[in-house]
């Protein structure tokens, strides 16, 4: 019987739960500024400094920028750090995104995903962190509340790894998760710090051993630095792995990079990332329950992004629609798309795609929406070489 | 000469954040690094809150017994302090972060080719503030920066010169003893955007002490003090004449733009002694 069985289910909200699993997680500073919908992470996370329990630092910054910019800091002195932030918040962060990836600091962050502004808008869609797509960082998107929970405990173990270093962000949408009341059965304290140990940066700010961070380098040293970037993002994919391992032993529960529901000879097969993924499972299930083939494929780690996974799982499929919840204005179709289809083409793959744009601004999306996404696919319906706008008013 | 001093006052373990600019870019160029300190560098815009960071890391692991808790020194210039990094520092010495901040000014944005900043003093020339047939440089005055910290009512805030290296001394010592956020604002004289010969570096920091155009003093708690008095100011056109930038000042044509900008000098530093006054009676009978 693994402990998290032995623990009592509790409700939490979505930002309950990151506030929670942070509080498990030993984290030395916590540097934050409020921002709808995150807002009750560092309410909850306040109030744990206010009585006393939360032991490390609580830094109340007065932007986001400098959050992410103490957390830098505090990173640097090999201290364990997290921040949560939300839309305009995290695009202020954005600059220090790429600081903190080229320093190659471990700093968790948890985004509740909300649409940009203008004009300005408190719901979910992915444009945020699409924005900051490429800043370096290590992205996962969450779709229950329990996955928050287990997604930020893991984080700070796969950020840690010395063969990754790189900052991660567990995304997950606003209101629609951060604000949505769940059955969560959170470990045992002391099975979370077995599980992450302290961190062991090697360089850190040490009187002892002077290091030199933020250096500027030229033309002659500047991509080697990236191509170490890159490479780290790629053994980030084996230590997810390892860590989904490891936590599946103290936990019993594994999310995986990707989850996928009747995937192997699906006639179409939905990729999408985010809560929807439930939603189109749902979906799925009436379609199947009615004679049909058709399944759900769960990009549940973004970045670096699992494309052996999408090869494997989309390998007997006729046609894949892929959703997403942000827009990439002016491009041939949108980012999820873009790398599921750079995948297939990698892999030797020609399957039809039809990307399919959903939920923007918040934007409502059922399981009879999922019914009608799927619908688009079939009987000779012409695919679209344009992304199809979901549920747009005319 | 600024970052020397300040270190040589500062203890052994001290740890360096520093903002985009000059300094960063001189001393940092991979692979080399001039820094015998921790040092870190991240934005132009973020050295304090980077700062208020590092200072929260080391409370945090000292008592975990994971580390020491280590004296912090900012370098900012005055395009990172007085504009785009003003937030972040309001910011972090309105928290109470145990730091010091060192703006080193040169009174305009060097490192990109001298841009005007909110340092730059009225009437300077600059490339952003060309003196022509209906403007004499720079048409604003300089931001009042000890002021604006010293509003957070701070333990520590000073300015110091290079010219007066003891002072200087004394007064980092002064700010790393405080328990709080510290300032100390040094006029660094540049030669390349202040046009004037390098050797001449020191003459100039002492000559714009000497004429009242850069006073020395301190805000500790509240209490304001001249540290070097000018009883007896030599002109201001003996500080100005050495350098390029304000040459045109001299001429007939900016006759009005000079008597404002003598006008302003005077006035600072008659403020800063009613202050200095003020201030200690009120302390005094508190």
Redesign the interface.
């Known amino acids: 019987m693994t402990e998290a069985r032995l623990a009592r289910a509790v409700a939490w909200v979505g930002d309950e739960a990151v506030a929670e699993a942070v509080m498990q997680c030993d984290v ?2 916590v ?1 934050a500024y409020p921002i709808t919908p995150q807002t009750i992470i560092v309410e909850k996370l306040a109030e744990y400094v206010a009585n006393g329990e939360f ?3 609580f ?5 986001e ?3 992410l ?11 364990r ?1 997290f921040t949560a932030t939300s839309s305009q918040g995290l695009a202020l962060m954005h ?2 995104m790429y ?1 903190a990836s080229g ?1 190659r600091l471990p700093i968790v962050m948890a985004v509740a995903n909300r649409a940009l502004s203008a004009p300005l808008v408190l719901n979910a869609d992915h444009g945020d962190m699409m924005g900051s797509r490429d800043s370096g960082w290590i992205q996962v998107y969450a779709e229950d509340v329990e996955e928050i929970y287990d997604r930020t405990i893991q984080l700070f173990k796969l950020s840690e790894d010395p063969g990754v270093l790189l900052p991660s962000a567990i995304n997950f949408e606003g209101f629609i998760l951060s604000h949505d009341l769940e059955n969560v059965r959170p470990l045992p304290t002391d099975a979370v710090h077995r599980f992450l140990g ?1 961190p062991n940066a090697k360089y ?4 002892s051993d ?9 033309h002659d ?1 500047y991509y080697e630095f990236r191509m170490q970037q890159v490479e780290a993002m790629e053994r980030a994919l084996d230590a997810f792995r390892r860590m989904e391992d490891e936590y599946e032993a103290i936990s019993g529960r594994r999310y995986g990079a990707v989850d996928a529901y009747n995937t192997q000879g699906a006639d179409c097969v939905a990729v999408v990332n985010g809560c929807t993924a439930g939603t189109m499972r749902a979906a799925a299930k009436e379609i199947n329950r009615a004679g049909g083939n058709v399944g759900v494929l769960a990009v549940k780690l973004y970045r670096p992004f699992p494309s052996e996974d999408i090869l494997k799982h989309l390998e007997g499929a006729k046609v894949a629609i892929v959703m997403d919840r942000s827009l990439s204005l002016g491009a041939p179709s949108a980012p999820l798309a873009e790398d599921v289809g750079a995948a297939l083409r990698a892999g030797g793959r020609n399957l039809r795609l039809l990307s399919v744009i959903y939920g923007i601004g918040g934007r409502d999306f059922s399981v009879t929406d999922g019914r009608r996404v799927f619908d688009l696919a079939k009987g000779g319906f012409e695919l679209s070489r344009k992304p199809v706008m979901y549920g747009v008013k005319e | 000469m600024v970052v020397r001093q300040v270190l040589l006052a500062a203890p ?4 360096v ?1 520093t903002a985009t600019g000059c300094l ?2 001189s001393t ?4 080399h ?1 001039a ?9 132009f ?2 050295a304090a ?13 000292s ?2 017994g ?3 808790l ?1 004296p912090i020194v900012v370098f900012g210039g005055d395009g990172g302090t007085y504009d785009i990094g003003l ?2 520092l ?3 010495i ?2 109470g972060h145990r730091f010091l901040y060192v703006c080193y000014d040169n009174e305009a944005y060097m490192n990109t080719g001298i841009q005007r900043s909110g340092g730059t003093p009225y009437g300077a020339w600059t490339t952003t503030t060309p003196f022509g047939t209906v403007r004499a440089g720079k048409t604003e005055t300089k931001k009042d920066l000890v002021a604006i910290v010293a509003a957070h009512h701070v333990p520590y805030a000073a300015t110091a010169s290079i010219s007066h290296w003891k002072d200087l001394m004394n007064k980092v010592r002064r700010a790393l003893n405080k328990d709080g956020p510290t300032f100390i604002h040094v006029l660094a004289p540049c030669t390349r955007g202040w046009r004037f010969d390098n050797a001449k570096t020191v003459k100039i920091a002492k000559m714009a002490v000497e004429t009242r155009f850069f006073p020395l003093y301190e805000v500790e708690d509240d209490v304001y003090r001249i540290t070097v008095p000018q009883p007896n100011p030599k002109p201001v056109e003996e500080y100005l004449k050495l350098q390029g930038r304000y040459h045109h000042l001299l001429t007939p044509a900016y006759q009005e733009a000079l008597e404002s900008l003598k006008g302003e000098v005077d006035a600072n530093y008659r403020r800063l002694e009613k202050l200095s006054q003020l201030t200690a009676e009120m302390a005094s009978t508190s």
Request: aromatic share 6%.
């Open positions: 030395d500073v540097a032991k490390g630092e830094v109340a910054v007065e932007s920028h400098s959050a910019s103490a957390c830098l800091g505090a990173a640097a002195t090999g201290a750090v600059e220090i600081n320093m302290r850190r700010l040490d009187p002077p290091t030199t961070f933020g250096a500027i380098a030229t040293s | 052994k373990d001290t740890v954040a960063e870019v940092a160029l991979y692979p690094s820094w015998n300190r921790p040092w870190i560098h991240s934005a815009e973020n809150a980077v700062a208020s960071g590092i200072e929260a890391g080391f409370k945090a692991l008592r975990r994971e580390g020491g280590h937030q972040a309001s910011g972090a309105e928290r």
